[in-house]
């Protein structure tokens, strides 16, 4: 149970880079955290986890782009995105799942456009 701030979102042009934040009130060490988005068309699709141990899955649309890190000691989650199309234009939402509890961040728009 811990608060979430996204940051990092804006515009970008289809092949550049974004670099996303996510920072929790209190301790993630114990926690998976991921991020997942929701597109335009109101579809939340998973994107990128890293549980507390250090494993990592990604969403197969990412296609070895996307690579998620975490920072316990500053309690800080980051995405960074590379190669992004417009298929990537959306959303983008910080998770941190202990047990049955999940918590939400508010969200951070990212907008790939020419």
């Known amino acids: 149970q811990v608060h979430l701030v996204e940051s990092g979102g804006g515009l970008v042009e289809p092949g550049g880079s974004l670099r996303l934040s996510c920072v929790a009130s209190g301790s993630i060490s114990d926690k998976a955290m991921g991020w997942c988005h929701h597109t335009p068309g109101n579809q939340r699709e998973f994107v990128a986890e890293m549980n507390s141990g250090g494993s990592t899955r990604y969403g197969d649309f990412v296609k070895g782009r996307f690579i998620i890190s975490r920072d316990n000691a500053k309690r800080t989650v980051h995405l960074q995105m590379s190669d992004m199309n417009s298929g990537d234009t959306a959303v983008y939402f910080c998770?941190?799942?202990?047990?049955?509890?999940?918590?939400w961040g508010q969200g951070t728009q990212v907008t790939v456009s020419s």
């Open positions: 998770n941190a799942k202990f047990l049955y509890l999940n918590d």
